[in-house]
């Protein structure tokens, strides 16, 4: 099936590890909302309209998308299996909403899985663009050479006063969504983060868990978003999220080293404690894995831990979640059944013990 290549644990582009500020800022995502001026927006429209959106836009990006080098393959996402469509969602191709597929949707995906265009999610057409490291520009670039090919051939829904409409009225506008997902363990060790998240709300940016709205920020992964489409423009808009983000890693840089020169020998001890658990244990919950990988992160880009592979735990990061978990393991796995395959993907992937170690087998 279409759908096989990107269900398998290999990383994509943006889990590369590489990039401007990379050892704080992980990825850099520009999401932008569509629609077509001839149907019925998605909570509106009938199912026949949801089909003729589909056939319409994966029309185009399926015959025009080598105009911008890139091959696209369309997932039916009505035809997908609940867990295939939730690994999607841990990878970051495609949200929760269209997971949940209440029309007929779909998601179009690039080959390294840098672009993914959601087809009937809450609005026509989602366009995201992915990029590792701190890419604020050359995401939005990528973004905008897609939108532009796509608006040749397709009539979006557009107002002179208020831009682009979309289904939720925050998003008219530019219907554009920037964020940049960052890695905050000392921000969140000192306390320091409790403070910083009131002030980036009180400026028009919102800060979220890795997964977006109404997700848990787990190892200290935040994600940092602009929350105002109306009224800026997409350079004012790219600007703000550039400065305040580069203000933050500023004071995740000092916080680090405040930490490594107030308490060396604590924070050396976190960090092998958490090294060890990663590459000893027998059972993980999602949790503890979370808050290990973070420790590890630090200590690699502390230069505490050498001769690790950052790409490796940026993977791990997503290669952890249940649903990745049971697909990789050809099976359903009850809560404690993921723990042992979590912790047995840590230890195979860090290459520190054998899957064949004695102990109860539980998967």
Avoid at 248 to 256: N, S
């Amino acid at each position: 099936m279409a759908i096989d290549r990107f269900l398998q644990p290999r990383a994509s582009s943006w889990m590369a590890n590489a990039g401007e500020n990379v050892d704080i800022a992980m990825s850099t995502r520009i999401r932008l909302a569509r629609n077509i001026s001839d149907f019925h927006f998605p909570y509106a429209f009938s199912e026949d309209e949801a089909l003729k959106v589909d056939k319409a836009i994966s029309a185009v990006l399926l015959d025009k998308g080598r105009e911008l080098d890139y091959n696209f393959t369309h997932i039916d996402i009505q035809e997908t299996q609940q867990l295939e469509r939730e690994v999607l969602v841990e990878k970051h191709l495609i949200s929760p909403y269209l997971a949940r597929g209440q029309h007929s949707g779909s998601v179009l995906l690039s080959d390294n899985e840098e672009l993914s265009i959601m087809v009937n999610e809450e609005d026509h057409l989602r366009i995201q663009s992915l990029q590792s490291g701190f890419h604020l520009q050359e995401a939005y670039q990528v973004a905008n050479r897609l939108d532009s090919l796509l608006e040749k051939h397709l009539s979006y829904a557009f107002h002179e006063k208020f831009g682009y409409l979309t289904s939720c009225p925050t998003n008219t506008g530019t219907g554009m969504r920037a964020s940049v997902m960052l890695h905050l363990p000392a921000l969140t060790m000192s306390h320091q983060i409790n403070r910083i998240i009131p002030a980036i709300s009180r400026i028009g940016m919102v800060v979220r868990g890795s997964y977006g709205e109404g997700s848990e920020a787990l190892g200290n992964v935040y994600q940092i978003s602009n929350q105002l489409t109306l009224g800026k423009s997409e350079h004012e808009i790219l600007q703000d999220l550039q400065n305040m983000t580069e203000q933050i890693i500023q004071q995740e840089r000092r916080a680090r080293e405040a930490i490594r020169s107030n308490s060396p020998i604590v924070l050396e001890d976190r960090i092998y404690r958490s090294l060890g658990t990663l590459t000893h244990s027998r059972l993980l919950t999602t949790e503890e894995a979370a808050k290990c990988l973070s420790d590890v992160r630090l200590g690699i880009d502390l230069k505490m831990i050498k001769d690790m592979d950052m790409s490796i735990l940026n993977e791990l990061m997503i290669f952890m979640q249940p649903a990745f978990l049971q697909q990789y393991s050809n099976k359903p796995l009850e809560p404690k059944e993921r723990d042992f395959a979590r912790a047995n993907l840590f230890r195979e992937r860090l290459n520190k013990e054998s899957l064949n170690d004695e102990g109860e087998d539980y998967v």
